[in-house]
């Protein structure tokens, strides 16, 4: 079980009611019309404009991957973008009159508009610039802590994933394979709590089962849940539910391949933790010209899953969601 922490997140994160119908049209017509946009935009298949991508989305670890491609579509030379109140209160910054506003999703919102540095002006309270602007990995340790990656492997459960861990030979992270028979066995994995503040569980059938070496150290293990959680979540072993995550079983092996390393290597550099995915990527994009023809918008929606499920305890899927 999750140990409680300070200044962690708590053990059951209280969110927000449910939207209404006319917020929950709003949102999808929104996010329809953004992933419009990015389609039409960029369709990032040149070994180049993906890696400028990539770079892009790591350095942008204050906003979802997914919102880090929205901002690199519409300004590929952003720097550091916040809404006009924050830079005005927090760095005594104006807009411009001719800044662009950049449009990106908020929950509940259906979206905000954020500038970037260039499109702003100093004022007479000006004050000194955050490091992140220059520098966008400064404070981060390169080590995952033990919160995000407890409560990563409890969030799995949620999809009915058990992640065990054995000893592996050298050469051997972990691996992913689907549970093919109906297992007896359950995870039981928390709801709430009921009246007297005692955690209730729902029970949750094993449907996939993700192995990871026990001799890594935390980091590598984490770096390897991250990739076999991308290969279930971008659909390469298919889905229980379309609604939860997308049928892709058919995809050939370097396209699955190709999307698992981009998942692992944003959520893990956006942690400046060390992964192999940045060796094959690295690799890959120096020897050819063109990617595989990969879903990069997926990526970085997965990439944004895996990245909440280590922030706290999420809602249990539902079957009808």
């Avoid at 610039?129 to 220059?134: D, G």
């Avoid at 995000?148 to 492997?153: L, Q, S």
Wanted: glycine share 4%.
């Amino acid at each position: 079980m999750i140990e409680n922490r300070e200044k962690q997140a708590s053990f059951w994160e209280d969110e927000e009611d449910e939207l209404t119908s006319s917020q929950q049209l709003d949102e999808k017509t929104v996010k329809r019309s953004l992933d419009e946009l990015f389609y039409n935009a960029l369709c990032y298949r040149s070994t180049d404009s993906y890696g400028q991508l990539m770079n892009f989305v790591t350095r942008f670890r204050f906003y979802s991957p997914y919102n880090a491609m929205l901002l690199h579509v519409q300004k590929p030379g952003a720097q550091f973008v916040a809404p006009a109140y924050r830079w005005r209160d927090l760095y005594g910054r104006y807009i411009k009159a001719a800044a662009q506003p950049l449009v990106i999703l908020q929950p509940m919102g259906p979206v905000m508009f954020v500038f970037d540095v260039s499109d702003t002006e100093p004022g007479p309270d000006a004050r000194v610039l955050p490091r992140a602007v220059t520098n966008p990995f400064e404070g981060l340790s390169g080590k995952i802590n033990s919160y995000a990656y407890d409560v990563t492997v409890e969030n799995a459960k949620r999809d009915g994933i058990k992640i065990t861990f054995s000893k592996e030979g050298s050469q051997s992270a972990g691996s992913i394979r689907l549970q093919k028979s109906q297992s007896p066995e359950k995870l039981l994995f928390p709801i709430g709590k009921n009246k007297n503040n005692e955690i209730v569980f729902t029970q949750i059938p094993v449907r996939y089962q993700i192995i990871v070496n026990e001799n890594l150290n935390r980091e590598a293990k984490y770096a390897t849940i991250v990739h076999e959680l991308a290969h279930l979540y971008c659909g390469h072993l298919g889905t229980p539910n379309e609604k939860w995550w997308p049928e892709r079983r058919r995809l050939i092996y370097e396209i699955r391949e190709f999307e698992a390393e981009s998942v692992s290597y944003v959520v893990c550099k956006r942690l400046n933790i060390h992964t192999p995915s940045d060796s094959y990527l690295s690799s890959y994009l120096k020897k050819n010209n063109k990617i595989p023809n990969i879903s990069p918008e997926l990526i970085l929606k997965v990439a944004g899953l895996i990245e909440t499920m280590g922030k706290g305890l999420m809602k249990p899927r539902k079957e009808k969601e």
